[in-house]
């Protein structure tokens, strides 16, 4: 089994900048991708970004070149940071462990909200 703990989400104004930090425990040798999703209530939880062991990435639309995902394989930590922020991008954010760069695992963390004010 995998454990996720994330960190770092809150209140920010729009335009601004955030780093959410997601720690890794248990079987990390399992782990060959880890992401992050979001869901608004009432929406479905859609993928934000991920990266893979070989630091191999996938972005959504809606992120793409004002985010950045990396990993930090020695503290078993994924990061994302989010630029330019907007309103829309609030959301609680989840990190995720798996397989596929586009498809989440099986092991999730408790999620962090992140709410973008206008």
């Known amino acids: 089994q995998v454990q996720l703990v994330e960190s770092g989400g809150g209140l920010v104004q729009a335009g601004g900048s955030l780093r959410l930090s997601c720690a890794a425990s248990?079987?990390?040798?399992?782990?060959?991708?880890m992401g992050w999703y979001r869901q608004v209530a009432g929406k479905q939880r859609e993928m934000v970004a991920s990266?893979?062991?070989?630091?191999?990435?996938a972005y959504a639309d809606s992120v793409k070149g004002r985010s950045t995902v990396s990993r930090d394989n020695a503290k078993n930590t994924v990061y994302l940071q989010v630029n330019s922020l907007k309103p829309e991008d609030t959301a609680v954010y989840y990190c995720?462990?798996?397989?596929?760069?586009?498809?989440?695992?099986?092991?999730w963390g408790q999620g962090t909200q992140v709410t973008v004010s206008s």
């Open positions: 990266v893979r062991w070989d630091d191999a990435t």
């Open positions: 248990g079987s990390i040798s399992s782990i060959r991708v």
């Open positions: 995720n462990a798996g397989a596929l760069l586009w498809e989440p695992g099986d092991s």
